[in-house]
């Protein structure tokens, strides 16, 4: 079965530094997917970013990177310049490419502080 | 452009009470649909999920149920809600290979 991990409850960062979040996952498939998803006060949940196994750079969508790490099964979320509006809980997700679950993590919050 | 709705957004309901939310994506057909719980503190559980009309897969046994009456239309239901029922409740839709789409959210408490 999957299994995603995320052991930081909460992480605080100073608006502008960059911060890290940590996220591993169990899978005994071969091909699949992993997310990190947004969900901020409004709660309406956003994707942040995705990245395909089988793909070995490290995905990128503007101030937002991941270090996957498959051998390790680590799939940690990298944050620069951050900004206020980036408070929010961040949730890490898998899903295998012959199933249709996602399967979640249970979260960080991440608060920004000015 | 494809867009997810769920309703009602809060919903109070005594212990005994029936239940249902409804969720309906507009601008795609045949879509996966989700249901699924976030409790307080917690990560996002999957309850159900289904592939097409009247096609259920439940994750968790519980005295939820899900319905899917037309395409794109997907249900939450209980005859009978129990305290740990309380939650806040997404439904998603994924018309590809990759990532999920959630509206907004129903946040059920139960007294």
């Known amino acids: 079965a999957q299994t995603v991990t995320q052991s930081q409850p909460e992480m605080s960062v100073q608006e502008a530094e960059t911060v890290t979040l940590s996220c591993t996952y169990d899978?005994?498939?071969?091909?699949?997917?992993l997310f990190w998803y947004k969900q901020p006060p409004s709660r309406q949940m956003i994707l942040v970013i995705r990245?395909?196994?089988?793909?070995?750079q490290n995905a990128t969508e503007n101030r937002f990177s991941v270090n996957f790490q498959k051998a390790a099964k680590s799939f940690s979320l990298k944050i620069s310049d951050s900004q206020l509006g980036d408070t929010a809980m961040y949730f890490c997700?898998?899903?295998?490419?012959?199933?249709?679950?996602?399967?979640f993590g249970t979260g960080t919050r991440l608060q920004v502080f000015p | 452009s494809q867009t997810i709705h769920q309703w009602p957004a809060t919903l109070v309901q005594p212990v005994g009470s029936p239940l249902s939310l409804e969720c309906t994506v507009e601008?795609?057909?045949?879509?996966?649909l989700y249901w699924y719980r976030q409790a307080a503190g917690r990560g996002l559980q999957l309850l159900f999920y289904?592939?097409?009309?009247?096609?259920i897969s439940s994750e968790v046994p519980q005295n939820l149920s899900a319905s899917r009456p037309q395409d794109r239309q997907f249900i939450l239901s209980s005859k009978k809600l129990l305290l740990s029922d309380s939650g806040f409740y997404l439904c998603?839709?994924?018309?590809?290979?990759?990532?999920?789409?959630f509206g907004e959210g129903s946040r059920l408490t139960v007294l």
């Open positions: 601008g795609t057909s045949n879509p996966n």
């Open positions: 990245q395909e196994a089988y793909k070995q």
């Open positions: 997700a898998s899903r295998s490419y012959n199933t249709d679950k996602l399967i």
């Open positions: 289904s592939v097409g009309i009247g096609q």
């Open positions: 998603a839709w994924r018309g590809g290979p990759r990532e999920l789409f």
């Open positions: 899978t005994s498939e071969n091909n699949y997917y």
